[in-house]
């Protein structure tokens, strides 16, 4: 069983093209935040488009293309998610329920190789298909410090909707969740994990993500 991407958007029952929006997807996220603070750094829907030009820039950089590149790209996709997605909350809400039973050091330790596995499935997503697409940017709700920001990616005469959705953490904004034709991606996680508890315990479930990561580890 793969903990990587959820099976929504996996390679079972969907085509390369749906994997590229998935990654073009990703990448719109991670790059909502910037080093501004949640003061400095505009309305979201503007950081989306600044940041997301800036990342495909990178992308398409004729001196970064090649495989001998792609690691310094892995390298810094990955710090950019590390920084710009609200990782606590996600790994809350993906466990649902189950995380009130768990202590701190499980807690941890389940953030921890949640962040690992996330970053690992979408930094590949974002080196495999981002590339110059087209992005409406349609709609945007601030409320309370929360925003939802709705966009539409167009690519091979296709629309796909996205929803963005981030939160004012320590006066930033942060991604906690994306979703995709009405998917969230958190709650593919959760389905996942949830199977696993419930066929085996929340000790199986780390069990399996302590094997991914380790994969992950030996493949770098």
């Known amino acids: 069983m793969s903990l990587g991407v959820p099976k929504k958007f996996s390679n079972e ?14 990448f719109s996220a991670i790059a909502l935040v910037s080093q ?19 990342a495909m820039t990178i992308q398409t950089d004729p001196q970064l293309k090649g495989q001998e ?6 390298a810094a996709i990955k710090k950019i998610i590390a920084q710009n997605f609200h990782f606590d909350a996600m790994a ?12 701190e050091m499980k807690r941890s330790e389940f953030k921890a190789i949640f962040q690992d596995l996330f970053q690992d499935s979408y930094t590949r997503l974002v080196l495999d298909f981002l590339g110059r697409e087209r992005i409406l940017y349609n709609k945007e709700d601030i409320d ?12 091979l005469n296709s629309e796909i909707p996205v929803d963005y959705s981030l939160a004012a953490v320590e006066q930033k904004w942060l991604v906690e969740d994306v979703s995709i034709d009405g998917v969230s991606i958190v709650q593919n996680y ?3 994990f949830f199977r696993v508890i419930q066929q085996e315990s929340f000790e199986g479930l780390l069990k399996k993500m302590r094997l991914q990561q380790q994969a992950i580890d030996r493949s770098s």
């Open 13 to 26: 029952g969907v085509d390369a093209m749906r994997l590229a929006i998935f990654g073009i997807v990703i």
């Open 36 to 54: 501004d603070t949640f003061c400095q750094g505009g309305v979201p829907t503007e950081r989306v488009r600044a940041i997301l030009e800036e």
């Open 69 to 74: 590149f792609r690691n310094k790209r892995r």
């Open 92 to 103: 809350k809400q993906a466990l649902g329920q189950h995380w009130q039973a768990l202590d």
């Open 144 to 155: 309370h410090g929360r925003a939802l920001v709705k966009t539409t990616i167009t690519r």
């Open 190 to 192: 959760q389905k996942s």
